[in-house]
């Protein structure tokens, strides 16, 4: 049983103006996806549980639990080809395409551990390889491949334990957004 | 009558990990130097007063009401000369010197109003020209000109006149905080 989190980012959530949900990798990492994945309860309700792949990115932002020009998503991670490692990114009217190779996620506390790793992705529209290029960008985080490979079939994993990705969604488009 | 703010900074104040004071330059400027110079409520009692001047960049931290590795600050911002415009930066074993010139700050709702400026600043200790380049940095907030000319002698102004500048301090070197 999952202990309720105390925090919640309801409708009427409202912080003083100048407060953000700015995590730094390692917070994502530690306080959010490992959390997750070992079904341990999370230290605020923030971030939508959402299969990611289903949807355009446009359909997204209010799919989320807040966000003003980034959102964040828990979302699986599936596989292109039953035995093999490459992911499936094929996404509703188009598919997203890395723009770099993994990036180690480092503790910044004492001993230098690697405890995860991030991926830059860009939205293309239509068919590999002639998608057109979108402005909406994703960092997708994971936690190393050894903890993370499931133990057991799909039917009987923990919820948990299928949304083994947390994405950080955001268009390039500067966003603008009032103030009174 | 000042109204008291709701929120508060106080050391048992503690939103969940990832949330962090992160204000844009314009919430800056309209949320809390405008309201502190025009006496209005806060949204949040966060921001110290205090002659930043007197003091030391690393004496500076603790004394602010939250932050881990930027600090905030309304401080008077006084003149070098009764009758001149340069300001005294002069400030307990060194002084801060400009590392440019004022950058406007805009509106970014309808048509683009400037509000207020901006100005980096650079700690060097022991006496100008000669002073050692330190690490402390800060950002220096201030409305505009035609706003902040006091119209009556110090002596009679309003302690919210008296603050007119909002420092935002750090230190170049990464600091580095846990996560548990």
């Known amino acids: 049983m999952e202990i309720e989190p105390t925090f919640s980012a309801s409708p009427n959530f409202q912080l003083p103006p100048g407060f953000r949900f700015h995590p730094s990798d390692e917070e994502l990492i530690v306080h959010y996806l490992q959390r997750k994945v070992t079904s341990r309860p999370l230290p605020a309700h923030l971030i939508t549980e959402i299969d990611l792949y289903k949807y355009n990115p446009w359909e997204l932002p209010k799919?989320?639990?807040?966000?003003?020009?980034e959102w964040y998503f828990f979302s699986p991670r599936e596989r292109k080809y039953p035995n093999g490692e490459r992911p499936n990114r094929?996404?509703?009217?188009?598919?997203?395409?890395?723009a770099g190779s993994d990036k180690p996620i480092l503790t910044s506390c004492g001993i230098s551990k690697r405890i995860g790793v991030k991926k830059a992705l860009v939205f293309y529209t239509g068919r590999a390889p002639t998608g057109i290029k979108t402005e909406w960008i994703m960092v997708e985080y994971r936690l190393l491949d050894s903890t993370t490979k499931p133990s057991r079939s799909k039917g009987s994993m923990r919820v948990s334990e299928i949304f083994n990705a947390l994405l950080r969604l955001h268009i390039c488009v500067s966003q603008k957004h009032g103030a009174n």
């Open 63 to 69: 799919m989320a639990l807040f966000g003003e020009d």
């Open 90 to 98: 094929a996404a509703a009217s188009g598919y997203w395409k890395a």
